[in-house]
């Protein structure tokens, strides 16, 4: 598996994650089960010998799916939030009581899940309580518990040196750099074209390797590992040591890949076609309709009311209409709620989106942070023109003007557009041609981890940002 993968999904904070995902279903199982037993005993009378718990109700276990649903949903596996922070116990019994009404909810039209008022009443306390005083053991005693990871540096350049910098500020502290060889001090150590890297120490890197106990290596994107240290990179692989080039090191502490760390061949080696198989791309496709006639149907009935509010609100169509570019560059009409006043561009000009844009009006702020200004994109999901999880369209004036100062921006349009994506969970508003230089950087990392699992992830962060109203 591949690093950027592995910080996705098995990496240190992820095992972390995992650790306390477990002992949130033995919680919610375990206070549903003494919630049984206090109905059956204290309401219906029932003797408690004659009590019997196994094997466990079926609506357990949707009552333990609706929890951990509104856990995530709530930003309740994000590590760095402390439960001893009163804001973040507030959160935590929100999230509990959505669990709860969720639950009720799934109950209500599937009757084989019914657990009873009274079970569904007097577990929701249980299990706050629970949730809550694991959370406070987790932080306080196991979520720190791990030796860091030891990484050892062999870069070209002061982008990928800055791996440094990243990890130093990692707040888990899940690695540590025991050292840093640029290549571009290569020292002669005989004078008869033997070349070996040095520390300031004067120790080779073979020694660095051996006295430092290093876990992880990696090496340089573009310059690669030297030629007199492949046939040791093999051995020390096959040793247990990982080894890695510093984009693909980079992108699974940052979620980005910077564009001075790839060239070309980086592209050929770890860059494919986006979902790989035409089975996938079905699968994918299938997913886009489905998703988009449940979003239509729950929404459609709002829709009237949302063009009201935006009639109101400012002079000009409800709905607006503008040609972008998509898959392979080829145009495309989407469809928005209209955010801005209407006008707001001369005809020909390309003015960027600003995060606090005085352009857009009142409801469109709302709008925006609730991305429901998106919605009238799900025709264009049906359409086959956009996807639900992919990069976002762009005007064609803007990618001419891009593809002249960023290498390799074509790569972007190798997939269909979406409605949401990596770049739009990850960063901020691109508003001028630097901001999207870095946007890009996303955008490649998305390219290079797009999956129907990545999709899955996407869908679930954005529904997380729509709670939080964190749309921009």
């Known amino acids: 598996m591949s690093l950027h993968r592995e910080s996705l999904w098995t990496g240190p904070e992820r095992r972390r994650q995992l650790v306390l995902l477990l002992g949130d279903i033995m919680i919610v199982i375990l206070s549903a089960m003494v919630a049984v037993l206090i109905r059956r005993v204290l309401v219906e009378g029932t003797p408690l010998e004659q009590v019997h718990l196994f094997p466990l109700p079926s609506g357990i276990f949707s009552l333990t799916f609706a929890f951990l649903f ?20 507030a959160v935590l019994f929100l999230a509990t009581f959505v669990g709860m009404a969720l639950a009720a909810f799934i109950s209500f039209f599937l009757r084989n899940l019914q657990l009873g008022r009274v079970v569904v009443l007097t577990q929701w306390p249980l299990a706050f309580i629970g949730l809550y005083f694991w959370r406070r053991l987790f932080h306080l005693y196991l979520l720190r518990y791990t030796r860091p990871r030891r990484v050892l540096l062999v870069v070209d350049n002061p982008v990928e040196r800055g791996i440094e910098a990243e990890i130093s500020e990692r707040p888990l502290g899940d690695y540590e750099v025991v050292g840093t060889f640029m290549i571009s001090h290569l020292q002669d150590r005989d004078s008869q074209g033997e070349w070996a890297l040095v520390d300031e120490r004067g120790r080779t890197l073979e020694q660095v390797v051996r006295e430092e106990q290093v876990n992880m290596l990696v090496f340089s994107a573009r310059a690669g590992i030297p030629p007199q240290y492949l046939e040791q990179a093999i051995d020390w692989k096959f040793d247990g040591i990982a080894v890695y080039d510093a984009a693909n090191f980079y992108g699974a502490m940052t979620g980005r890949v910077p564009i001075e760390t790839i060239d070309a061949r980086w592209i050929l080696t770890y860059l494919s076609q986006p979902y790989g198989s ?34 109101l609100d400012s002079p000009g169509p409800a709905i607006f209409r503008q040609e972008r570019l998509g898959m392979r560059q080829q145009p495309i009409v989407i469809a928005k709620f209209r955010s801005m006043y209407h006008h707001y561009e001369e005809e020909g000009e390309a003015a960027y989106a600003q995060a606090d844009d005085p352009r857009v009006t009142r409801v469109g702020k709302w709008l925006r942070k609730t991305r429901l200004d998106e919605l009238p994109q799900l025709w264009n999901v049906l359409k086959g023109e956009l996807s639900i999880v992919g990069l976002r369209p762009i005007r064609k004036i803007n990618a001419d003007r891009l593809a002249q100062m960023i290498p390799f921006y074509h790569l972007r349009f190798s997939m269909k557009p979406g409605l949401t994506g990596w770049p739009q969970i990850r960063y901020r508003y691109a508003d001028d041609d630097i901001s999207h230089l870095h946007k890009f950087e996303y955008e490649l990392y998305h390219i290079q981890n797009a999956s129907i699992a990545f999709d899955l992830y996407l869908i679930v962060k954005t529904l997380q940002m729509i709670v939080f109203g964190r749309g921009q």
């Open 70 to 89: 509104s856990l995530y949903i709530f930003d309740q596996y994000n590590l760095a939030r402390d439960i001893a922070e009163r804001a973040n116990t």
């Open 278 to 311: 035409p089975v996938v791309r079905q699968i994918k496709r299938v997913m886009d309709i489905v998703l988009a006639l449940v979003g239509l149907a729950i929404t459609l009935p709002f829709w009237p009311l949302l063009m009201l509010a935006i009639k």
